[in-house]
């Protein structure tokens, strides 16, 4: 059974850093597109960051909200992804979720679509 | 950007009622739109993918249709336990959500 368990979240002050850490079970963790999302109280889900499988080179992506603010990584090895939050401001205040995210193909056209979700953990930054 | 715009924000039904929710993307996607339940600030579930594609598992109740601009998420016949918040999701470029439709069943 697919699992992801996110941890580190709290209360933090603005300006100082957190990591977010997201264990995975069940599955080929390398094989897979990591995500993380974010939903501030009572509003929508909005996307972070994501890191591509190493088979695709890794690659890193970040939303223009927490762009050289937030660095996603992630260790195969121990099948976790981390969220390295700097610089932290009070709208960063909300739950925040990891994901799984594969390919999703229609003929020879393929966008990342992501199926399992953690619980997530609450981060919030207020002085 | 692509802004994904929902429509109803909330809605109010009976049990066995068919209902629908709608999403409107701001440039032509295709059908590259997942739909997703949230109950209670939990983790979203997966309901659709490709716009119409039912993911395993999720009843066949649920269903989608669209294409390009302009996408419906129906539940043919409303049960309680599908008082939840629905979020239509693009993922042709990035990913990004519609504000929600909070479904209470009455």
């Known amino acids: 059974e697919v699992g992801l368990v996110e941890s580190g979240g709290g209360l933090e002050q603005p300006g100082r850093s957190l990591r977010l850490s997201c264990e995975a079970s069940?599955?080929?963790?390398?094989?897979?597109?990591v995500s993380w999302f974010r939903q501030a109280p009572g509003k929508g889900l909005e996307w972070v960051s994501s890191i591509r499988s190493k088979a695709y080179g890794g690659t890193k992506e970040y939303a223009a909200s927490v762009k050289d603010r937030f660095i996603i990584s992630r260790d195969d090895s121990k099948n976790f992804a981390y969220l390295h939050m700097n610089s932290l401001k009070t709208e960063d205040t909300a739950k925040y979720f990891c994901?799984?995210?594969?390919?999703?193909?229609?003929?020879?056209?393929?966008?990342?679509?992501?199926?399992?979700w953690g619980q997530g953990t609450l981060v919030t930054v207020s002085s | 950007d692509i802004q994904m715009t929902q429509s109803p924000s909330t809605l109010s039904a009976s049990v066995g009622d068919r209902v629908s929710i709608t999403c409107r993307a701001s440039?032509?996607?295709?059908?590259?739109v997942a739909w997703y339940q949230q109950k209670s600030g939990k983790a979203p579930k997966l309901l659709i993918y490709k716009a119409s594609s039912l993911q395993s598992g999720v009843p066949s109740r649920f269903s989608g249709t669209g294409s390009g601009t302009d996408f419906t998420l129906t539940i043919s016949s409303l049960q309680p336990v599908d008082s939840a918040t629905y979020y239509c999701?693009?993922?042709?470029?990035?990913?990004?959500f519609g504000q929600g439709t909070k479904v209470e069943v009455k």
């Open positions: 999701q693009q993922y042709n470029f990035y990913w990004a």
């Open positions: 069940g599955f080929t963790f390398g094989d897979y597109t």
């Open positions: 994901s799984r995210g594969y390919f999703d193909y229609i003929g020879g056209s393929y966008r990342t679509l992501f199926d399992y």
């Open positions: 440039q032509d996607i295709g059908t590259w």
